[in-house]
């Protein structure tokens, strides 16, 4: 089946890709603008905190010297509850709670009402900008092509960006996850620029191989899932650098990475990046099967051990150890997020490595 392609739409198409780029950058460099001054202000805050309570103290012990010296001293009041580990855990919960206090963001990730970001929501309305910007040039490459457009690793890498910044602008509606804007945003910006520069491809027709309506089914939903699993990737980073600087704080050291008191606590990240890992493994599992199927339509089999379909089952595996690990045998903190990360690592390896350099019968990159 061959079809005429508006190559001009095609060449606008890759101008508003590259205008997309330009202001995702734009959104980068406003985040890291936010993540340093609001850094700063909740650094100068807990200074002005810490020099009240002190203050504070001094008047008390002050004004309380003279009644404990002629009192004597007093016997301090049994807590029953600690006589049980409950008791002891809790307390310890909650020894450690007041230790982190003002050194993370608050575990509902939900936006404040008091504080000011101008960067921030400058960084969320320009992306609002970029992404339908992007959007534009997506669905202007698919018209220009008549078909939809994952077709080559150029189209694949927009598309996949487009995804990721759709998911990401989705969740800040619910969540305040203005914290991973940069690693998000440098993300998008990076895939576009390798969209650009190592993968230029032409419009062209779609493939005779991949005239099939499991294209639409199985890659969009393997986009979905790579989104969903690129963010918690970043979430899984954030949450190795939180963990080191509670250890640090807990062990009375300086916490250090002051741009670290707008993220929630490692605690947090874990069990948030845990339920969207659950939401892209099941995507997943459905990309898996799906290729399977149209194998069978395509080649007459479901399974025949090409590299792609190899590293498509490995990402199965170590996200399905990921959660049975973190489910059944208590792999939490560190461990856990270093699973995610491993598996955010094979996408990438499937990505960039298996689709451009390995031959077999998934070789569609277009170049």
Known sequence: MSTEVNTALGTWSELFM??????YLCVFICFAWDMASHSKTL?????????????RSRELVGAGGGASSASGPEEPERDERNDSGAGNRAGSRRGVSEKLEGQVADSRMGYGTSERRPAARAAIVLMV???????VAVVSRAIAAQRVPWGNMYEFSTTSALIIAGIYLIMLIRRDLRFVGVMISGLVTLLLTMATIAYPTPVSPLQPALQSYWLIIHVSIAVASSA????TFTMSILQLIQDRRERRILDGGEPGWAFMRSVPSAKTLENFAYRLNSVGFVFWTFTLAAGAIWARDAWGRYWGW???EVWTFVIWVVYAAYL????TRGWTGTRSAWLSIA???CVLFNYFIVNTLFEGLH????L
């Open 43 to 55: 650094s100068e805050a807990e200074k002005r905190t810490a020099a009240r309570s002190s203050s």
């Open 18 to 23: 590259l205008l997309a780029a330009l202001v």
């Open 343 to 345: 598996g955010f690592l």
């Open 129 to 135: 900008m970029a992404f339908a910007i992007h959007l």
């Open 228 to 231: 969903i699993f690129a963010v």
């Open 324 to 327: 049975h690990a973190r489910a």
């Open 306 to 308: 090409d590299p792609k």
């Open 363 to 366: 070789s569609y990159s277009g």
